[in-house]
């Protein structure tokens, strides 16, 4: 999944109770692999209404989620095709991909009752199987543009790896905190964590490590309307053809 995904399939958020909304939202990603940092900024602006969302990435595509069809449609720019996964495909696409996760488990651990392995690659292979333990804790509250958010701290492992603004009297008419759930990989304890938050997010922060590598994405709400919004946005483009 592109850019779209982690961006707006992690992260974007709502006003009013019931009311559609329209969020705008400024992201700003640092990489850094062997010492070398790059960094680049988009914005991303996303559409609820009850049980649906579109959001439009940096490069002109689409994404729209139709909850109440249990559906993700892909549009690329242009909006001549698409691509079409239902909910159950994604849930067999994770259950395949777990399966597959414990089989390399397995094999590391084989690995690590090997003969001749250094001590230092079965240091490196430990860390592969750690299971990951992620904790939830409020820590304050804050003001976003002129909401006002609780802010949340996720850890992985004791080390810090999201932080979330979310403001509880906003609602986005969909189940905004299960978005995370319909990745390809979600991550096994995180969305327990998640389901405690209430309420919208309208600004987060992501952080990723791996032996010399790092990635940073924080994203804030630049803009946030309600207004009713045509149900028509959400369905695909009249003419646009299924590729997928």
Same mark, same amino acid.
Request: net charge positive; hydrophobic share 35%; glycine share 6%.
């Given at each position: 999944?592109?850019?779209?995904?982690?961006?707006? #399939?992690?992260?974007?958020?709502?006003? +009013?109770?019931?009311?559609?909304?329209?969020?705008?939202?400024?992201?700003?990603?640092?990489?850094?692999?062997?010492?070398?940092?790059?960094?680049? /900024?988009?914005?991303?602006?996303?559409?609820?209404?009850?049980?649906?969302?579109?959001?439009?990435?940096?490069?002109?595509?689409? @994404?729209?989620?139709? =909850?109440?069809?249990?559906?993700?449609?892909?549009?690329?720019?242009?909006?001549?095709?698409? *691509? $079409?996964? *239902? =909910?159950?495909?994604?849930?067999?696409?994770?259950?395949?991909?777990?399966?597959?996760?414990?089989?390399?488990?397995?094999?590391?651990?084989?690995?690590?009752?090997?003969?001749?392995?250094?001590?230092?690659?079965?240091?490196? &292979?430990?860390?592969?199987?750690?299971?990951?333990?992620?904790?939830?804790?409020?820590?304050?509250? /804050?003001? +976003?543009?002129? =909401?006002?958010?609780?802010?949340?701290?996720?850890? @992985?492992?004791?080390?810090?790896?999201?932080?979330?603004?979310?403001?509880?009297?906003?609602? %986005?008419?969909?189940? =905004?905190?299960?978005?995370?759930?319909?990745? %390809?990989?979600?991550?096994?304890? #995180?969305?327990? /964590?998640?389901?405690?938050?209430?309420?919208?997010?309208?600004?987060?922060? &992501? *952080?990723?490590?791996?032996?010399?590598?790092?990635?940073?994405?924080?994203?804030?709400?630049?803009?946030? #309307?309600? $207004? $009713? #919004?045509?149900?028509?946005?959400?369905?695909?483009?009249?003419?646009?053809?299924?590729?997928?």
């Amino acid at each position: 999944m592109r850019t779209i995904c982690l961006s707006a #399939l992690l992260f974007l958020l709502p006003l +009013v109770a019931l009311a559609d909304l329209e969020i705008e939202m400024s992201v700003t990603q640092v990489q850094a692999v062997g010492g070398k940092a790059t960094s680049k /900024e988009y914005v991303t602006r996303t559409w609820f209404k009850k049980d649906m969302m579109t959001t439009w990435a940096i490069d002109g595509a689409q @994404r729209i989620i139709r =909850f109440d069809k249990q559906v993700i449609w892909d549009i690329p720019k242009g909006g001549k095709s698409y *691509t $079409e996964a *239902t =909910f159950a495909e994604i849930q067999q696409k994770q259950r395949k991909s777990r399966h597959k996760q414990a089989q390399r488990i397995e094999q590391i651990k084989n690995l690590l009752v090997s003969p001749g392995v250094p001590e230092k690659t079965k240091i490196r &292979l430990r860390e592969l199987i750690k299971p990951k333990v992620y904790k939830v804790k409020t820590t304050g509250s /804050e003001k +976003v543009l002129t =909401f006002s958010c609780t802010r949340h701290k996720i850890t @992985r492992n004791g080390d810090d790896y999201m932080e979330i603004w979310a403001c509880e009297k906003l609602d %986005a008419g969909v189940e =905004f905190n299960r978005i995370q759930s319909l990745s %390809a990989s979600p991550q096994k304890g #995180l969305q327990q /964590e998640l389901d405690k938050i209430k309420g919208v997010w309208i600004k987060w922060s &992501l *952080t990723r490590k791996a032996s010399g590598y790092s990635v940073k994405q924080t994203a804030v709400a630049t803009k946030v #309307l309600t $207004e $009713e #919004l045509d149900p028509r946005s959400f369905n695909l483009p009249e003419g646009a053809k299924k590729t997928g």
